[in-house]
């Protein structure tokens, strides 16, 4: 395992290819990408273009054909399983469009998973749900619980390990637009109090207006990026956005 220096979270020359039958794709093509400490990046691009493939592949769920991901300097190839699941549990929290909470347990015990082995899990899940916002519902079931809520549930369990990346793949695709924008201030604010690093997938403008950073993905690679103006609209961003598909077409 190779130590590395710099930003919480690196990609170099980063190449994935699959295999669809006798077909191959290639959702990653070179991508290089450096994210800083408490920094909220929104990714952009049309249906296919790898930004899951790419949030994946940060959190080290996707093995590459070629370059590298190093994570607080810490170079994921290499890595056992077993060291690999250690690290992303302490080092990277993952929410999903689907929330991807278990039916069957309370929202405390879904907050808890990640912590089981730890002798504090309790306080912990206690802490981060009061600080969520929802504490009240510890004893709710998901089905017993709004997409909101339940958002707030699957975020909680991405923080129980006070992780210092989290990932989100499309986490506003779920709710109402007003829920949705609830989240995305939350998630700015865990950015802004408390210098975590966020990586968001969006297809919508809405949402990544949040960013401190908007990068435009396009056929597996980077093809630019923006910032969003402070106090800026989503038309703004959705006309940046459309601007750089233009320019890079
Ligand atoms: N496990 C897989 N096996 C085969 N092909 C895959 C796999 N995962 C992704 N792909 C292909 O890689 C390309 C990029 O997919 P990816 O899901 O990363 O795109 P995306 O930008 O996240 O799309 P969407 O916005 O629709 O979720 C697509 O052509 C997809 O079909």
């Given at each position: 395992?190779?130590?590395?220096?710099?930003?919480?979270?690196?990609?170099?020359?980063?190449?994935?290819?699959?295999?669809?039958?006798?077909?191959?794709?290639?959702?990653?093509?070179?991508?290089?990408?450096?994210?800083?400490?408490?920094?909220?990046?929104?990714?952009?691009?049309?249906?296919?273009?790898?930004?899951?493939?790419?949030?994946?592949?940060?959190?080290?769920?996707?093995?590459?054909?070629?370059?590298?991901?190093?994570?607080?300097?810490?170079?994921?190839?290499?890595?056992?399983?077993?060291?690999?699941?250690?690290?992303?549990r302490?080092?990277?929290?993952?929410?999903?469009?689907?929330?991807?909470?278990?039916?069957?347990?309370?929202?405390?015990?879904?907050v808890q998973l990640p912590a089981l082995e730890l002798?504090d899990a309790a306080?912990r899940a206690?802490?981060?749900?009061?600080?969520?916002?929802?504490?009240?519902?510890?004893?709710?079931?998901?089905?017993?619980?709004?997409?909101?809520?339940?958002?707030?549930?699957?975020?909680?369990?991405?923080?129980i390990m006070?992780?210092?990346?989290?990932?989100?793949?499309?986490?506003?695709?779920?709710?109402?637009?007003?829920?949705?924008?609830?989240?995305?201030?939350?998630?700015?604010?865990?950015?802004?109090?408390?210098?975590?690093?966020?990586?968001?997938?969006?297809?919508?403008?809405?949402?990544?207006?949040?960013?401190?950073?908007?990068?435009?993905?396009?056929?597996?690679?980077?093809?630019?990026?923006?910032?969003?103006?402070?106090?800026?609209?989503?038309?703004?961003?959705?006309?940046?956005?459309?601007?750089?598909?233009?320019?890079?077409?």
């Open positions: 395992m190779t130590k590395e220096s710099g930003n919480p979270l690196r990609v170099e020359c980063v190449v994935k290819t699959f295999s669809q039958g006798a077909k191959k794709v290639t959702a990653l093509d070179g991508v290089s990408l450096e994210v800083n400490k408490g920094e909220f990046l929104a990714i952009m691009g049309a249906s296919g273009s790898g930004k899951s493939t790419l949030l994946h592949v940060m959190a080290g769920l996707t093995d590459v054909d070629a370059g590298s991901v190093s994570v607080e300097g810490q170079n994921l190839a290499g890595m056992s399983d077993s060291a690999l699941t250690r690290f992303r302490a080092k990277i929290g993952m929410v999903f469009q689907a929330f991807n909470l278990l039916p069957s347990l309370s929202a405390e015990q879904n002798p306080a206690e802490r981060v749900m009061q600080r969520l916002g929802i504490l009240d519902r510890r004893m709710h079931r998901p089905d017993a619980m709004s997409g909101g809520e339940q958002q707030r549930v699957a975020i909680a369990r991405a923080l006070n992780p210092a990346i989290l990932l989100a793949d499309e986490p506003t695709g779920s709710l109402d637009s007003r829920t949705g924008q609830e989240l995305c201030r939350l998630l700015q604010t865990l950015c802004c109090e408390e210098g975590r690093t966020i990586i968001l997938v969006t297809h919508e403008p809405r949402v990544a207006m949040w960013a401190d950073r908007v990068l435009v993905f396009k056929d597996g690679k980077t093809l630019s990026q923006f910032t969003p103006k402070s106090g800026g609209s989503a038309e703004d961003v959705a006309l940046a956005y459309e601007h750089a598909l233009e320019v890079g077409a």
